[in-house]
C-alpha cells in the first residue's frame, strides 16, 4: 500500500511538471515576461540596494544643499525658526542667518538651493511649514523668472534634482514631482544611482571612496544654510570690461511666463493661510552690471504689487556709498553673487527693514539660555550682544565706561579662531548719530608678553560692515597682550 501511495504522488509530481512545462513550452511569450519580469525586478533590486549603500552618492564635501535641509531637520528639533528665507544661490550668498540672528535676537534660517526657482521655493516652504511655525517668511526675487520646468537642461535639471534629494518628507516630494519635472527624469529625482552612474566612466575615485568611507568626527557647529562661496570683490579686470562693453545683463530681457505667477500667488496665499508676514527681497549685483534695470523692476513689480506684501529692493534705489566694489563677485558673466562683505552689509539692512517698517511681534530670545547656547560666540553675536562674565576665553575690559566726549558701553578683548591676535572691540550706543567716519582712540595699560608694563593709545576703526541697530562698533586687531585697564577713550571724526 505504501508502495502504491508513493507511486501516485511521484506520478502526481511528474503530471505537474509536464503541465507546467506544457504550459510554458506551448505560451513562449508567458516565458519571456515571466523572465524579464524577474530580470527588472533583479535590476530594481540592485539599484535599491546601491542607494542604500551610496555607492553612487557624490561627493559630500561640498553639498551645502543636502547640508541645509539636514541641519534644518536637526535645528528645529528644539528651536523653531522664527525667519525663513528661501530662494537661491543669490541668497545664501547674500544674507547670514547667523547675523541676523544675532541682531536680532530671533532664531533665523537659510533654505535655498542653487540655481533653483519659485516652484522649488513654494514646494521647499510647504515642506518647512510642517516642523516649523515663523513669524516672517523671506522669498528672494532671482528665482522669479521666465522658466518651464519641463523644459530644463542639462545643469538647471541637475541643480532641481540636488534640491528635490535633499529634502526629507516623502508625501511631500511624491505630491512635488509631477510640478518639478516630466516623467521621464521621475527615475533620476529618487535615485542616486541612475542619476550618477556616469562615475562608472567619469569618477571612478568618488565609486572608490564610497565604497569604503572614512569615518570622520562629525563637528557640532551651528549651520543656519550660509555658503561662503566669495571672499574678494571687483577687481580691475572686470571693472575695466564694464567701462569698455557695458553691462552683461540687460533689463530688457527680464521677462516673466505663468510659471511664476502662478507660484508666486501660491506661496503669498500659504503665508496668509498661516498668518505669516511675507517679504520679498531683491538682493544687488553691481550697479554697472544691469542696463536699464527699470525695466527689470518695472516687469517684476507688476507680479508683486497685486499682492500687500513688502518688497525689499537694494537693487533700486542703489546704495553706492555702501554697496562698494568689495561686495560682489569678480565675474561678468550674467550672474553675479555677493562676497562675505557684501551679505554682511545686506544683513544688516534687511534687519533694520524688518525692525524699523514691519509690526510683527517677532520674539526676543537673546535672554533665553538655548538662544544664548546657540548664537554665543557665532558670527555677529559680539559687534551686538555682551560677552558673558563666566567667559573664560574673551574678557570684558570695561563696561558703561564714560570718558571725554562719549560713553562706551563695552570694552572687550575677544580670541579669534584664526591667527594669534585677539580682537579689541569697543560698542557705543547708536542713537541716531552718523559715527561712519569716526574712530575711536583708547588709552590702555598693558603687559606685553615679556611682562614689562607699558601705556598705548590704541586707535580702533569704525565697523561699517558690522552696523548694528543697537551699537556703534569699533575694533582693530592686536598683538596678544595682557591689558590691565582701560585709562581713557576719545571719540575723532572727520
Not at 511624491?174 to 562615475?199: C, E, Q, V
Request: charged share 25%.
Amino acid at each position: 500500500m505504501a508502495k502504491k501511495r508513493k507511486k501516485k504522488k511521484h506520478h502526481k509530481k511528474q503530471s505537474f511538471y509536464k503541465q507546467k512545462r506544457g504550459f510554458l513550452t506551448e505560451n513562449p511569450i508567458s516565458l519571456i515576461a515571466i523572465k524579464a519580469l524577474l530580470f527588472v525586478l533583479m535590476i530594481v533590486l540592485m539599484i535599491v540596494y546601491s542607494d542604500m549603500e551610496g555607492y553612487f552618492n557624490p561627493s559630500q564635501a561640498n553639498n551645502h544643499t543636502e547640508k541645509k535641509w539636514n541641519s534644518f531637520y536637526e535645528f528645529t528639533k528644539n528651536n523653531n525658526v522664527d525667519i525663513l528665507l528661501l530662494g537661491n544661490s543669490h541668497l545664501y550668498t547674500g544674507i547670514n542667518p547667523k547675523t541676523l540672528s544675532a541682531v536680532l535676537g530671533v532664531n533665523s534660517f537659510i533654505l535655498a538651493s542653487p540655481g533653483t526657482h519659485i516652484i522649488d521655493t513654494y514646494f521647499s516652504l510647504k515642506e518647512a511649514l510642517k516642523i516649523t511655525k515663523p513669524k516672517i517668511v523671506i522669498i528672494e526675487t532671482y528665482g522669479i523668472n521666465q522658466f518651464n520646468p519641463y523644459e530644463f537642461k542639462k545643469g538647471p535639471l541637475s541643480e532641481q534634482l540636488k534640491s528635490f534629494s535633499a529634502r526629507k518628507d516623502f508625501l511631500s516630494k511624491i505630491i512635488s514631482m509631477p510640478y518639478l519635472f516630466k516623467t521621464d527624469n521621475y527615475p533620476y529625482a529618487w535615485s542616486n544611482t541612475l542619476r550618477n552612474h556616469g562615475f562608472l566612466f567619469s569618477n571612478q575615485k568618488q565609486l572608490i571612496l564610497n565604497r569604503s568611507p572614512k569615518k570622520r568626527k562629525r563637528k557640532k557647529d551651528l549651520y543656519l544654510g550660509r555658503y561662503v562661496r566669495f571672499t574678494s570683490g571687483l577687481k580691475k579686470d572686470i571693472l575695466k570690461k564694464y567701462d569698455s562693453l557695458g553691462a552683461p545683463v540687460k533689463g530688457s530681457d527680464y521677462v516673466l511666463n505663468e510659471y511664476p505667477k502662478v507660484y508666486t500667488k501660491k506661496i503669498i496665499d500659504l503665508c496668509k493661510n498661516n498668518g505669516i508676514e511675507l517679504i520679498f527681497l531683491t538682493l544687488p549685483m553691481y550697479y554697472k552690471h544691469i542696463e536699464n534695470y527699470s525695466t527689470w523692476e518695472k516687469n517684476l513689480k507688476k507680479l508683486l504689487i497685486e499682492s500687500p506684501n513688502y518688497w525689499l529692493n537694494m537693487q533700486s534705489p542703489y546704495d553706492t556709498t555702501n554697496f562698494t566694489i568689495s561686495c560682489f563677485e569678480n565675474t561678468y558673466e550674467l550672474n553675479q553673487h555677493m562676497t562675505y562683505n557684501g551679505s554682511l552689509i545686506a544683513t544688516n539692512k534687511l534687519a533694520k527693514f524688518i525692525k524699523n517698517k514691519l509690526y510683527v511681534n517677532l520674539p526676543y530670545r537673546k535672554k533665553e539660555q538655548n538662544w544664548i547656547n546657540n548664537f554665543y560666540g557665532q558670527e555677529g553675536y559680539f559687534e551686538n550682544n555682551p560677552v558673558l562674565i563666566k567667559d573664560k576665553k574673551n574678557k570684558i575690559l570695561a563696561r558703561n565706561f564714560a570718558t571725554n566726549n562719549v560713553l562706551i558701553d563695552e570694552v572687550s578683548l575677544l580670541e579669534q579662531k584664526k591667527g594669534k591676535n585677539k580682537l579689541l572691540i569697543a560698542k557705543i550706543t547708536n542713537n541716531g548719530q552718523d559715527l561712519s567716519k569716526c574712530s575711536l582712540i583708547l588709552a590702555i595699560n598693558t603687559s606685553s608678553l615679556d611682562k614689562k608694563p607699558a601705556v598705548y593709545n590704541i586707535k580702533l576703526n569704525y565697523d561699517k560692515l558690522h552696523r548694528g541697530l543697537d551699537f556703534h562698533v569699533f575694533k582693530i586687531g592686536v598683538k596678544p597682550l595682557e591689558i590691565m585697564e582701560i585709562k581713557a577713550g576719545k571719540l575723532f571724526c572727520n
